[in-house]
């Protein structure tokens, strides 16, 4: 079969895209099974060969999974210990009891900027959603009110705030300056936090209306009866193994930084800074912590632990074929295609490196692989540029433009999708705004930040 090029690449996928769309907004077909479908079919049509589309959809699926599964089982087991124990519920008591039930949105947007720093996405929302679950419940509000404010903040750190990993990569590219990048980070990411998240779930929240039952939400909400009156465990061990993995992975980030490189020491320190090791210490700990400390048995703890892992399965499953339909798009030429088109025309360097980390997102899913590639293509164009661009504003503006409209091919879509059990159509009116007024609220505050350097 020959291979398609050029604008029938573009067209297939907008057609795969909308597919994908239509079979699970209005055919109710399972997540699962249409995107490995349309995967196939989009490889197929684009001319791959027929014996690589198959292996180029599972390394995407084994890739994404590589990461996302262990990161969610063990988050989850994390957050069922903190639930169990009422870590969850302290914590939820406190933030009511400093910010008030009327703006405990913007609490869950701040501890959310501070658990985020470190940590991908994934990592920082399966240790806060337990939170937001029984923050809810407590105050009787929308999990919107309380979920959108911590997935914006988040994802602002996410793709603007060093020594988040991903903004790390692009300081590096882009050969800009931590101590500066962080000081304008901060200035254009928390007023966008502010805006995409409390300000921006005010509004949606009262459109946006979730299903009563959230078997995901009963998983990590404080299962004792409520008429058993139960002592809590104290608000600082609860928030020390909360912030367990965060503080790992933090040093571990920073390791080259405090320690001689290529040392025993230095090794050690990035190893215990790795989401997955830094998550399964946390687990252990919160054995004793959430378990031992408040007198639950081995084998409750091992009960914990089975029983709220079934219900991330479906959950997985569907992430991980995200994965496969982002791969499927970058080996079929399409995310080619897009980077090519944007790189035709000669824009300032902010809003090139902006707009191409956009095309890739939206070409592959991850903001991640978004921010890298677009920072190797524009750094040497920047750098040969008649119009020359503040390195640490290049770094905020290709972040920016990497969080742009989260769609199918995102896991993070899909994980957000089934923890607030929304549908697909509803997920786009909130998660997927969310991440447009991101993106163009931080391109827009970029800019305005280089007129005043």
């Not at 571990?252 to 997955?276: C, H, I, M």
Request: glycine share 10%; aromatic share 8%; charged share 10%.
């Amino acid at each position: 079969m020959a291979a398609a090029h050029g604008t029938m690449l573009l067209i297939y996928a907008v057609i795969a895209i909308a597919a994908l769309v239509l079979l699970i907004t209005r055919f109710k077909v399972y997540p699962f099974l249409v995107l490995i479908i349309v995967s196939l079919l989009l490889g197929l049509a684009a001319g791959m060969p027929p014996e690589t589309i198959v292996k180029s959809f599972e390394t995407g699926n084994g890739n994404t999974l590589g990461h996302i599964a262990v990161v969610v089982g063990l988050g989850t087991m994390l957050g069922k210990m903190m639930a169990e124990s009422g870590g969850a519920e302290r914590i939820a008591m406190t933030l009511i009891g400093w910010f008030g039930e009327r703006n405990i949105h913007w609490a869950m947007m701040f501890v959310a900027v501070i658990v985020g720093l470190p940590v991908f996405f994934e990592v920082g929302f399966v240790l806060l959603i337990p939170i937001a679950f029984n923050v809810a419940k407590r105050t009787g509000k929308s999990l919107l009110l309380v979920g959108l404010p911590m997935v914006a903040g988040l994802s602002v750190v996410h793709g603007l705030i060093p020594p988040h990993p991903a903004a790390m990569l692009a300081l590096q590219q882009y050969h800009a300056d931590i101590g500066r990048t962080i000081a304008y980070g901060l200035i254009v990411g928390v007023p966008t936090a502010i805006i995409a998240g409390p300000l921006f779930a005010l509004l949606i929240h009262r459109a946006i209306k979730l299903p009563a039952d959230n078997p995901l939400a009963a998983q990590f909400v404080q299962s004792a009866p409520a008429t058993q009156q139960r002592e809590l465990p104290g608000f600082g061990i609860t928030l020390m193994t909360i912030l367990l993995p965060v503080i790992l992975m933090l040093a571990g980030s920073w390791a080259d930084l405090v320690l001689p490189t290529n040392t025993r020491a230095n090794d050690v320190l990035r190893f215990l800074g790795n989401s997955d090791v830094a998550l399964l210490i946390a687990v252990l700990v919160s054995f004793w912590t959430f378990g031992a400390r408040r007198g639950f048995t081995r084998e409750q703890i091992q009960r914990f632990c089975g029983d709220c892992l079934a219900p991330i399965a479906g959950i997985t499953l569907i992430v991980g074929a995200g994965g496969g339909f982002g791969r499927i798009l970058m080996d079929s030429g399409i995310s080619k295609e897009i980077i090519g088109a944007a790189t035709q025309h000669n824009l300032s360097p902010l809003v090139l490196g902006w707009l191409v980390a956009a095309l890739i997102r939206l070409a592959t899913g991850s903001a991640t692989v978004a921010m890298t590639t677009a920072c190797g293509i524009v750094a040497p164009i920047a750098a040969a540029g008649t119009v020359q661009a503040t390195p640490e504003l290049l770094v905020l503006a290709t972040g920016s433009g990497s969080l742009i409209f989260s769609h199918v091919n995102d896991g993070g879509f899909w994980l957000i999708k089934e923890y607030f059990g929304m549908t697909v159509t509803q997920t786009f009116k909130t998660w997927s705004l969310c991440e447009t007024i991101i993106s163009v609220v931080g391109l827009l505050l970029t800019l305005t930040l280089g007129m005043v350097l």
